[in-house]
């Protein structure tokens, strides 16, 4: 069965440091990968995605995440964070196949002045 | 694009009552999802459609919760009768065929059963 990992519920970080939130995923071969950002009251905005090729994505919002098939991990990084980026992040995987996805638990991220 | 729309916002209802959320996709895609989000289960998902046609629901967690599609443009999910527990936000996205094309989700409704 596939399952996504996101070890951290809640994330502090100062405005203009840097972030990265974990991804762990158990699938069978490669995944396709994904990033979803939640601010309150809203959906989920896509933020990048990984299909195959190069392994380090860029997304919109200055998002980039890694994937590294070694580790099974898909961390989300910016390098410097602004106080608009607090919000829900979640991690998810797909097979391939239009079946929806599997959600990580999400990481609460958190900006302190 | 509009993107996906739900309907209503907010739904407050009592023990018992039936309950209709609504969702209207993205024109043109043939894949919409329903998800259930909470504090304890985090996003789970409890139906999707192909076409218009139900394909997996086995994520519905009771015969009280029942889902139609019946135009490529209109899809309600119904919970008869209501229970406190089915207190959540949910979720509506949809896609179209290909392996590039990511889920959009809708802005959620927020149900409250007290």
């Known amino acids: ?113 | 694009d509009a993107g996906v729309i739900q309907s209503p916002r907010h739904e407050v209802t009592e023990m018992g009552q039936e309950v209709t959320l609504r969702c209207k996709p993205i024109s043109g895609h043939d894949y919409l999802f329903w998800y259930r989000q909470t504090m304890m289960r985090g996003l789970e998902l409890l139906i999707y459609f192909n076409n218009n046609v139900p394909i997996d629901d086995s994520g519905m967690p009771e015969d009280r919760f029942s889902a139609k599609m019946p135009n490529a443009s209109f899809s309600t999910l119904k919970i008869q009768p209501s229970e406190p527990r089915d207190s959540a936000v949910y979720f509506c996205a949809s896609t179209r065929t290909g392996r590039n094309s990511p889920l959009h989700f809708g802005n959620g409704t927020r149900l409250t059963v007290t």
Do not use: M
């Open chain 1, 1 to 113: 069965a596939q399952s996504v990992t996101q070890p951290d519920i809640h994330i502090t970080v100062s405005e203009g440091a840097s972030l990265e939130l974990r991804c762990n995923y158990s699938y069978g071969a490669t995944p396709y990968l994904f990033w979803y950002v939640q601010s309150p009251g809203q959906g989920l905005q896509l933020l990048l995605k990984y299909f195959s090729g190069d392994t380090l994505v860029q997304g919109i919002k200055g998002f980039e995440a890694e994937f590294k098939r070694s580790q099974s991990s898909f961390n989300l990084r910016k390098p410097s964070v602004h106080w608009s980026d607090a919000a829900e992040y979640f991690c998810a995987l797909s097979g391939g196949g239009a079946d929806g996805l599997t959600f990580g638990k999400g990481t609460h991220l958190i900006i302190q002045p």
